[in-house]
C-alpha cells in the first residue's frame, strides 16, 4: 500500500504491537514501535528503506507518543505519531497525553522541521472562524472539547492542521467512518512556517487500511536550508577598555609597580615587561568571555517578565485542559499582567538605552548597532560555498577544503607552456658596460606610457 502510494514515512496508531523494536516488513519499509499491552494503545512509525540510515534518533515516551528525527540532505526532519485518548477516557489520561506531546515539542529545536501524524479523536471542526492562524476553513462538521485542545495545542506550539488547508469533497476530508457516523479525527500537523513545502493532502477513499479509520496522505517536498555555521572561537581579551576610567588606571599603576619591585623606571628585558602588564592587565581589569555577542530582540528580558510568563503558560495550559470559567478569569488575568509587564520592562530598558547614546561610549554602540543592522540586511554577508569541477556546488566542510586543496595543486604544479618556447641561447662571456642615464631617458621616451 505505501509503495503504491508512493509514500515515504507512515504514522501509525493504536497498532497493539507490543514491545520498542524496530523490524524490517519487507517490500522495503521498515516500522519503528512501541506498545504496552497488545490489546490496546500502541504508537509506531514506518519507513522506507532508503530512509533508514537517515534516523539518527527515536523517542519511545508512551505506547501514546513516540518521534523519530532524520537527518534528509542537511534537513532535520521529527516525525512524531500520537494517539489521543478517546472521548470517554478519564481527563487525567488525556492531561497525561498531552504533557508527552508537550514535552516531546519542546525537546525539538526551533529551526528543524516538525510533521506530526497523529489520531487526535477530537474534531476541529469547518470553518476557522477566530483560528485562521493555525487552521484552514475545509474540517468536518462542528467543533468538540477535544478537537479544541488540538487547536490550543497548535496555537501553542505555533503548528498548523494540514487536513484543513486544502479544499476537497467530503469525502475525501472525512477520515473516520463507523455506522452512520462520519467525522474527522486523524490530522496532519507542520509547523506553519514549514506549510509552504506541502503541496496537497487529502484522504485515501480506496485503500482498506482499518476497519473504520482512512489514511491521511499528504505530499510535502523539504526545502534545503542554508547549512549552519561552524562555531567559531572568539580570542579572549583583556579589557583594555576600562583604562578610560582614572580609579582603573590608577589600580593598574600601583599593581604594576608592585610586580615590578617598585621600579620606576622600566627594566631593558622588554619581553618580560610586556608579560607583566599582560598578566596585571588580565587580573586588575579582567577578560572578555570569549562568546560571540547574540543580538536579540528580547533583550530587554528580565526575570519578573519570564517568571510571569511562565505562569501564565501553566494556566494556558490548565485551561486547555479544564474550559471553566474560573480557569479562564485565571489566564486573562495573567495574560494581562504579562502585557503589563512587558510593556514597562520595554519602557526602562529603552531609557537606558537613549540614556547611553547621549555618552561618548553610546555613540560606538550607536554605530556598532547601524554596521549590524547594515550586516543583517545583505543578501550574502559571506561565501561559504564553491563549486567543483562539474560546476555542482559543495557545502560540506570537508568537500570545499577538497577542492581548495585539489585547485591549489593544479595551480601550482601546472606546466608553463611560455616557459617552453623560450630559446636557448649562448652565453657571452665578457665585461659589461653599467647602464648610462642617457640610456634610461631614452628608453622611457619610447614607453607609451
Known amino acids: 500500500m505505501m509503495e503504491r502510494w508512493k509514500v515515504d514515512i507512515l504514522c501509525v496508531q493504536e497498532t497493539r504491537w507490543k514491545g520498542?523494536?524496530?523490524?524490517?516488513?519487507?517490500?522495503?519499509?521498515?516500522?519503528?514501535?512501541?506498545?504496552?499491552?497488545?490489546?490496546?494503545?500502541?504508537?509506531?512509525?514506518?519507513?522506507?528503506?532508503?530512509?533508514?540510515?537517515?534516523?539518527?534518533?527515536?523517542k519511545r515516551v508512551s505506547d501514546r507518543v513516540m518521534s523519530l528525527k532524520l537527518e534528509i540532505e542537511g534537513v532535520m526532519l521529527n516525525v512524531v505519531s500520537g494517539y489521543a485518548p478517546q472521548v470517554g477516557c478519564e481527563l487525567e489520561e488525556k492531561e497525561?497525553?498531552?504533557?508527552?506531546?508537550?514535552?516531546?515539542?519542546?525537546?525539538?529545536?526551533?529551526?528543524?522541521r516538525v510533521v506530526i501524524g497523529a489520531d487526535f479523536n477530537g474534531h476541529v471542526g469547518e470553518g476557522n472562524r477566530s483560528d485562521e492562524e493555525v487552521m484552514g476553513k475545509f474540517g468536518v462538521k462542528e467543533r468538540n472539547l477535544e478537537g479544541q485542545m488540538v487547536v490550543d495545542f497548535a496555537k501553542r506550539m505555533d503548528m498548523a492542521v494540514v487536513n484543513t488547508y486544502f479544499q476537497k469533497r467530503e469525502e475525501h476530508r472525512v477520515t473516520y467512518k463507523s455506522g452512520g457516523r462520519r467525522t474527522q479525527v486523524d490530522y496532519i500537523l507542520c509547523r506553519r512556517g514549514?506549510?509552504?513545502?506541502?503541496?496537497?493532502?487529502?484522504?485515501?477513499?480506496?485503500?482498506?487500511?482499518?476497519?473504520?479509520?482512512r489514511m491521511v496522505v499528504c505530499r510535502m517536498t523539504l526545502m534545503v536550508c542554508k547549512k549552519k555555521r561552524s562555531k567559531i572561537e572568539i580570542e579572549k581579551?583583556?579589557?583594555?577598555?576600562?583604562?578610560?576610567?582614572?580609579?582603573?588606571?590608577?589600580?593598574?599603576?600601583?599593581?604594576?609597580?608592585?610586580?615590578?619591585?617598585g621600579q620606576v623606571v622600566l627594566p631593558d628585558d622588554w619581553e618580560t615587561t610586556a608579560e607583566v602588564i599582560r598578566e596585571t592587565g588580565r587580573k586588575v581589569l579582567g577578560v572578555s568571555s570569549g562568546r560571540r555577542k547574540e543580538d536579540k530582540e528580547t533583550w530587554w528580558w528580565n526575570e519578573e517578565v519570564q517568571d510571569s510568563v511562565h505562569r501564565k503558560r501553566l494556566a494556558k495550559k490548565k485551561w486547555?485542559?479544564?474550559?471553566?470559567?474560573?480557569?479562564?478569569?485565571?489566564?486573562?488575568?495573567?495574560?494581562?499582567?504579562?502585557?503589563?509587564?512587558?510593556?514597562?520592562?520595554?519602557?526602562?530598558?529603552?531609557?537606558?538605552?537613549?540614556?547611553r547614546l547621549d555618552t561618548r561610549e553610546g555613540e560606538k554602540d550607536l554605530y556598532r548597532l547601524a554596521r549590524q543592522r547594515d550586516r543583517d540586511g545583505k543578501d550574502v554577508q559571506q561565501v561559504r560555498v564553491i563549486k567543483d569541477r562539474d560546476g555542482r556546488?559543495?557545502?560540506?566542510?570537508?568537500?570545499?577544503?577538497?577542492?581548495?586543496?585539489?585547485?591549489?595543486?593544479?595551480?601550482?604544479?601546472?606546466?608553463?607552456?611560455?616557459?617552453?618556447?623560450?630559446?636557448?641561447?649562448?652565453?657571452?662571456?665578457?665585461?659589461?658596460?653599467?647602464?648610462?642615464?642617457?640610456?634610461?631617458r631614452n628608453a622611457l621616451k619610447r614607453m607609451k606610457s
Open 20 to 58: 520498542s523494536k524496530a523490524r524490517s516488513i519487507g517490500a522495503g519499509f521498515k516500522r519503528f514501535y512501541y506498545g504496552v499491552d497488545s490489546k490496546r494503545n500502541g504508537v509506531g512509525v514506518v519507513l522506507k528503506e532508503e530512509f533508514v540510515r537517515n534516523v539518527l534518533e527515536v
Open 96 to 112: 497525561r497525553f498531552w504533557s508527552e506531546l508537550d514535552e516531546v515539542m519542546e525537546s525539538i529545536p526551533t529551526g528543524e
Open 194 to 213: 514549514n506549510l509552504k513545502e506541502i503541496s496537497d493532502c487529502k484522504v485515501v477513499v480506496a485503500e482498506s487500511v482499518a476497519r473504520q479509520h
Open 237 to 261: 581579551k583583556t579589557k583594555w577598555w576600562k583604562l578610560k576610567k582614572e580609579e582603573c588606571c590608577e589600580e593598574i599603576r600601583q599593581k604594576l609597580r608592585q610586580a615590578l619591585g
Open 320 to 355: 486547555d485542559m479544564d474550559r471553566t470559567e474560573e480557569n479562564r478569569q485565571k489566564y486573562k488575568e495573567l495574560q494581562c499582567r504579562v502585557k503589563r509587564e512587558v510593556s514597562k520592562a520595554k519602557q526602562k530598558a529603552y531609557d537606558e538605552l537613549y540614556t
Open 393 to 440: 556546488v559543495l557545502t560540506s566542510e570537508e568537500s570545499v577544503q577538497r577542492r581548495w586543496k585539489e585547485y591549489f595543486e593544479e595551480l601550482m604544479n601546472e606546466e608553463n607552456e611560455r616557459e617552453k618556447r623560450v630559446e636557448e641561447v649562448n652565453s657571452v662571456e665578457q665585461k659589461v658596460d653599467k647602464i648610462r642615464k642617457d640610456e634610461v
